[in-house]
């Protein structure tokens, strides 16, 4: 990866900022940052994306990955961080046949207007296909638990802030081996599936601190993630994504208890 803009190292996470909290109680509060960054495939503008400016490397890596932008790892060849005015870009390089496929998907998505027959071709497009999961991954109850026991400690930002989002790399036996907080759930979902990309651990499951969409599923579906944990519910188009392909997937885990929507013979503890 291309060295990162020394601009862009120098955002904050946060910001401290005055508010009054009655007469004559003035004080600083932390805030959580947030700023929009490009996301640039060869010099082509794709999205752009609000997020607090940490780990921007493995969001971009992460999002190229599912988003079904870059095939593999591989095909990311670079990403620069570049702060601009009003935000960030991060510039990618990808490979040439991912690239062409990303421009054929932006020409059939050119021009649509109204709804209907363009918004099911949109749906269409939004759940694209994916082959079904291994059956690789377990995961114990306890080990669950543990993880969420450890995990409020393990989110320095949103302790400051209250307002960051975590995704967690589980291990088999409970211990958090990564934890990526953001403004956004997906921007936070990204930069781990980013950082597994680039050679974080493999055996274990992803934990997230957010409800679980239809898109976190699809997401870590698409990375090869067997298992999500979500301390919120899912929808229930989520649910039904994940029984499809394979993923199992935990609503509420919260301590002493989890709800196993799909998949559950992954799951190991009492019945």
């Known amino acids: ?12 996470d946060r910001a401290r900022l005055p508010v009054w909290r009655g007469p004559g109680d003035w004080a600083d509060d932390a805030l959580i940052a947030e700023v929009p960054v490009a996301l640039v495939y060869n010099g082509v ?3 752009v994306m609000m997020a607090t400016p940490t780990e921007l490397e493995l969001f971009a890596l992460g999002f190229s990955l599912s988003e079904g932008i870059a095939a593999c790892p591989a095909n990311v060849y670079d990403v620069e961080i570049v702060a601009v005015a009003g935000g960030v870009e991060a510039r990618i390089e990808l490979a040439a046949a991912d690239f062409m496929a990303l421009k054929a998907r932006r020409r059939q998505l050119a021009g649509r207007t109204g709804c209907g027959l363009c918004g099911v071709e949109r749906l269409a497009e939004v759940l694209r296909p994916l082959p079904p999961l291994p059956f690789s991954a377990t995961l114990s109850l ?3 638990q543990a993880g969420l026991a450890a995990l409020a400690a393990a989110q320095p930002l949103n302790a400051a802030t209250g307002a960051a989002h975590a995704a967690a790399w589980l291990a088999p036996d409970g211990a958090l081996e990564a934890v990526f907080e953001d ?4 921007v936070a ?3 781990l599936l980013g950082w597994r990309a680039r050679g974080g651990a493999r055996a274990g499951a992803a934990l997230v601190t957010s409800r679980a969409s239809y898109e976190m599923a699809h997401k870590a579906a698409c990375c090869g993630v067997e298992i999500l944990a979500a301390v919120s519910a899912p929808t229930a188009l989520a649910v039904e994504l994940a029984g499809r392909l394979g993923l199992t997937l935990i609503g509420f885990a919260r301590p002493g208890r989890a709800n196993v929507y ?5 799951v190991a503890g009492p019945r």
């Open 1 to 12: 990866m291309t060295p990162t803009d020394p601009a862009a190292d120098n955002l904050p």
């Open 45 to 47: 503008a794709h999205a």
């Open 142 to 144: 306890d080990a669950l």
């Open 183 to 186: 403004v956004g759930r997906h």
């Open 189 to 191: 979902l990204d930069k």
């Open 262 to 266: 799909t998949h559950s013979s992954r």
